[in-house]
């Protein structure tokens, strides 16, 4: 099983959710192991999602949980996911991001992590 958790819930995080969950059997049998989204982080509430038990508000949850092994970060913004996805990558977690303005402002020591650290 490959559990995946999401940095963010705006329109970019809502559309990966949805994709990830709502085509679960077709992107698992593709990639030939389950596909779980485990975590969503984001500050708002979501009560009436179907996945509205995956939300979480504490960072820390996704970072120390070792079954986590890819994360989304899709936020926006530089801070804080400068510090959200270097703390991924230090724990040797695979990050994805759509976040251009990270890319630009911090993207080669990011890559320089990635390579260290997985």
């Known amino acids: 099983m490959i ?3 999401i940095m963010g819930h705006g329109v970019v ?9 709502n085509n679960n059997s077709r992107i698992s049998e593709r ?9 969503i982080l984001d500050l708002r509430d979501f009560d009436n999602l179907s996945y509205s038990d995956k ?13 986590v092994k890819v ?15 270097k ?3 230090l724990k040797g977690k695979s990050v994805v991001t759509s976040n251009k303005e990270l ?16």
């Open 71 to 85: 994360v989304a970060e899709v936020m926006g913004g530089v801070n804080p996911a400068y510090d959200f996805v």
């Open 55 to 67: 939300f979480i508000k504490d960072f820390d949850i996704i970072l120390n949980d070792d079954e």
């Open 13 to 21: 995080g809502s559309g990966v959710a949805e994709i990830l969950i």
């Open 103 to 118: 890319v630009a402002a911090k993207g080669y020591e990011l890559l320089e992590l990635a390579k260290e650290n997985n």
């Open 87 to 89: 703390k991924c990558l």
């Open 31 to 39: 990639v030939k192991r389950e596909v779980n989204v485990k975590y």
């Open 3 to 5: 559990n995946i958790a």
